[in-house]
């Protein structure tokens, strides 16, 4: 491999190349610039490209070798040795600050709820769109993006949330994205330039958002969400203009937002002329046999509404790829925002996206993601029904996640605390409360990247902790 490497030699220096060479290495592994595992160029590429003779970089890397710096490899070259201490032990995150794509060790059930379901990614059609965007691909296709996103993926996302979403709107209203956390970043700056202060958020909700609105600025506050969903009476009484809501699947408890909610909600956005921030997050993903997927939201008051979608859990969280439907003058300032933070999302992945939904590949793989789906929200009641008596899976059966209710009195922190010494990490309700203290027991559970069998075992393990065993 032509591997190349920035080294600092002055021929003019009363040092010789060698020592130079030795002394730069060990400096920049010392600090950490060269980690544990690099590969370094060969000594006669390394050379080469110093304009030295061959025999001043073999004596550097032997000596470096000799030293314990390095190690050469037969077949596989010098790295940086792989064991080598170089600064102090990184800090590792609590349990409940890691991302859930961190797999804490000892863990053997990982339910947290997230966006791990990259099993399931279609890896055969995504590569198979993927290359016949590049055969076809031009000199623009590789230039900076448009900021809104490329025409072909805002008319095919148009058409396809028009048809499984039921969202009025059209390619000129729509804006591509790098996932949810943008679309909040870029809405939570648009309010604040409107003179909007705060923003009202489900409670329960997520407490990543929570902190996310206020570092952006905004006050978050806190409206309580019950069976029906968002209160819209709490929120008309706290004098917010704005609210950001998951009314399809509310996060965590699943429920949906009532006919009656609806009308309310969009009664009050039209009246006070607020805005409605919709968080489709999972709107693919439904698992009631025979039931309809409820529509969304954007539709009930279109121009008082942001819709922001994502294929973070239809695809996978790491293409950070996201949408935005919204009233075309809001989306022109969203529009001007995003010029001043990126040049765009990255325009191949765009594309391959594009031909995924325009040929049907995409309806494929939801109608797969759904058949599994169904069976993990099966297995996960079943479980529940048979290990844990008087608990109960409440909301609609859709998306990566279940919240289960537990029986009144039981102690959640210690429920949280015994599963995680059975090799069960699960998240407790209290930290997605603004008021943690009020909040009903209650276990947010991930649990379609399990297989059926593994969520049989978490569950019953969770169940001896509950029962005191």
């Known amino acids: 491999m032509a591997l190349h490497m920035a080294v600092d030699v002055v021929r003019e220096s009363k040092q010789s190349l060698t020592s130079q060479i030795q002394r730069f290495i060990r400096k920049e592994i010392a600090e950490g610039i060269l980690h544990p595992g690099t590969r370094l160029p060969s ?86 769109c993927y290359q016949r965007v590049l055969n076809r691909a031009d000199a623009t296709d590789h230039g900076y993006p ?25 390619a000129d209203q729509v804006m591509v994205v790098a996932g949810f956390a943008q679309t909040l970043a870029l809405v939570c700056a648009v309010l ?49 203009r704005a609210v950001l809501i998951t009314p399809a699947h509310q996060f965590p408890t699943g429920v949906e937002l009532s006919a009656g909610r609806r009308e309310a909600l969009a009664r009050w956005a039209r009246e006070t002329g607020g805005w409605v921030i919709e968080d489709d997050y999972d709107g693919g993903l439904w698992y009631e046999q025979g039931g309809i997927r409820p529509l969304a939201f954007q539709r009930e008051a279109p121009d008082r509404v942001v819709y922001a979608g994502t294929a973070s859990k239809t695809l996978a969280p790491g293409l950070r790829l996201g949408w935005i ?50 069976d993990r929200r099966e297995a996960l009641e079943e479980a529940v029904r048979r290990h844990l008596p008087g608990a109960r899976v409440i909301g609609r059966a859709a998306g990566l996640h279940a919240y289960i209710r537990l029986p009144r009195g039981t102690d959640e922190a210690a429920v949280v605390a015994g599963a995680l010494a059975r090799s069960v990490l699960v998240r407790g309700a209290a930290p997605f409360h603004a008021r943690p203290g009020t909040a009903a027991p209650a276990l947010v559970v991930g649990h379609v990247h399990l297989p059926c069998s593994g969520i049989t075992e978490a569950v019953r393990a969770i169940a001896e902790v509950a029962k005191g065993r």
């Open 146 to 170: 448009p900021p809104a996103g490329e025409a072909g993926l805002r008319r095919e996302l148009a058409h396809c949330l028009g048809r499984l979403r039921g969202v009025r709107t059209g």
């Open 192 to 240: 604040a330039q409107e003179g909007v202060d705060a923003l009202g958020i489900e409670d329960p909700g997520h407490s990543g958002q929570r902190q996310f609105v206020r570092d952006s600025g905004l006050r978050p506050v806190p409206l309580p969400v019950d069976a029906e969903g968002i209160d819209v009476d709490a929120l008309a009484a706290s004098g917010v």
């Open 43 to 128: 000594s006669r590429r390394l050379a080469d490209d110093l304009g030295v003779s061959r025999s001043v970089v073999v004596e550097a890397f032997g000596q470096l070798v000799a030293e314990g710096y390095l190690e050469a490899v037969r077949g596989a070259g010098t790295r940086v040795v792989e064991h080598l201490d170089t600064g102090p032990a990184p800090v590792v995150p609590a349990l409940l600050d890691e991302g859930p794509d961190t797999h804490p060790p000892g863990v053997r059930w990982d339910l947290r709820p997230g966006g791990r379901n990259f099993s399931a990614f279609p890896r055969r059609e995504w590569l198979s």
């Open 325 to 374: 439907a919204a009233p075309r003058p809001l989306l022109d300032k969203l529009l001007r925002v995003r010029a001043r933070q990126d040049l765009g999302t990255d325009t191949l992945t765009q594309l391959a996206f594009a031909e995924l939904l325009r040929g049907g590949l995409f309806d494929r793989h939801l109608r797969r993601l759904n058949a599994r789906g169904r």
